[in-house]
Nanobody, 132 residues
Framework: QVQLIESGGGLVQSGGSLKLSCVVS???????????MAWFRQAPGKEREFVAA????????YYADSVKGRFTVSRDNTRNTAVLQMNSLRPEDTAVYSC??????????????????????WGQGTQVTVSS
């Protein structure tokens, strides 16, 4: 059974930094290497939105315009882990952040798919709160 477990959320002041981690359990390293890993977020009263993603190859990264230049996504295949480093945080970044895994992109010959409906596995989410 696949599980995605996020950690690293919390309360931070505007301009501060947080590092989110997502560990994928229940899969081998070879299987994890076929997953495009992404981060989504959902603020109260809003739709879940795409934040960042890293391709299964690790060679390509993708960001929402709102976080470009402030957030960095990475992965460590030896630990089945994806990481979202968030710098220069703003109050509007406050949301529940969830990691997600997409295996279909790999088998479709694609590096990345943006739609949340394409993601097969999801974590439970971690709260990030940025105070002004």
């Amino acid at each position: 059974q696949v599980q995605l477990i996020e950690s690293g959320g919390g309360l931070v002041q505007s301009g501060g930094s947080l590092k989110l981690s997502c560990v994928v359990s229940g899969r081998t390293t070879s299987e994890f290497e076929t997953y495009t890993m992404a981060w989504f977020r959902q603020a109260p009263g809003k739709e879940r939105e795409f934040v960042a993603a890293i391709s299964w190859s690790g060679g390509s990264t993708y960001y929402a315009d709102s976080v470009k230049g402030r957030f960095t996504v990475s992965r460590d295949n030896t630990r089945n882990t994806a990481v979202l480093q968030m710098n220069s945080l703003r109050p509007e970044d406050t949301a529940v952040y969830s990691c997600a895994a997409d295996q279909g992109a790999y088998f479709s010959g694609m590096y990345f798919r943006r739609s949340k409906s394409d993601y097969d596995f999801w974590g439970q989410g971690t709260q990030v709160t940025v105070s002004s």
